[in-house]
């Protein structure tokens, strides 16, 4: 079963916004960093952007910055990302993933920007922006 699900894709013009959910199993969200990565046709899975445990720190990568926000709410065990002025080059199929920091470091650094940190991935949900 899996520990983590994503919810919220969809398609959308270019200029709009869109919402993805994430939510985790207690277990796996209290002590977990977690990220979010992304997938286009034909290209290596990239990452986009990662909280810290308490949300108080985050990462993003360069393409989004700006642009995309990450946050978690604790209590609800969810973690989201909030994707505003999209572009045709989002499109991709949207991973959540956990990464234990037992496992990836109790620093939280460039190193939770590498997909084999995380060990807990979503099935993916798929954006598309049109141009």
């Known amino acids: 079963q899996a520990q983590v699900q994503e919810s919220g894709g969809g398609l959308v013009q270019a200029g709009g916004s869109l919402r993805l959910s994430c939510a985790a199993s207690e277990r796996t969200f209290t002590r977990s960093v977690m990220g979010w990565f992304r997938q286009a046709p034909g290209k290596e899975r990239e990452f986009v952007a990662a909280?810290?445990?308490?949300?108080?720190?985050?990462l993003y990568a360069d393409s989004v910055k700006g642009r995309f926000t990450i946050s978690r709410d604790n209590a609800k065990n969810t973690v989201t990302l909030q994707m505003n002025s999209l572009k045709p080059e989002d499109t991709a199929v949207y991973y959540c993933?956990?990464?234990?920091?037992?496992?990836?470091?109790?620093?939280?650094?460039?190193?939770?920007?590498?997909?084999?940190?995380?060990?807990?991935w979503g099935q993916g949900t798929q954006v598309t922006v049109s141009s």
């Open positions: 993933a956990a990464a234990d920091v037992a496992i990836g470091g109790y620093a939280f650094d460039d190193s939770y920007a590498r997909r084999n940190v995380y060990d807990d």
């Open positions: 909280i810290n445990r308490h949300g108080g720190s985050s």
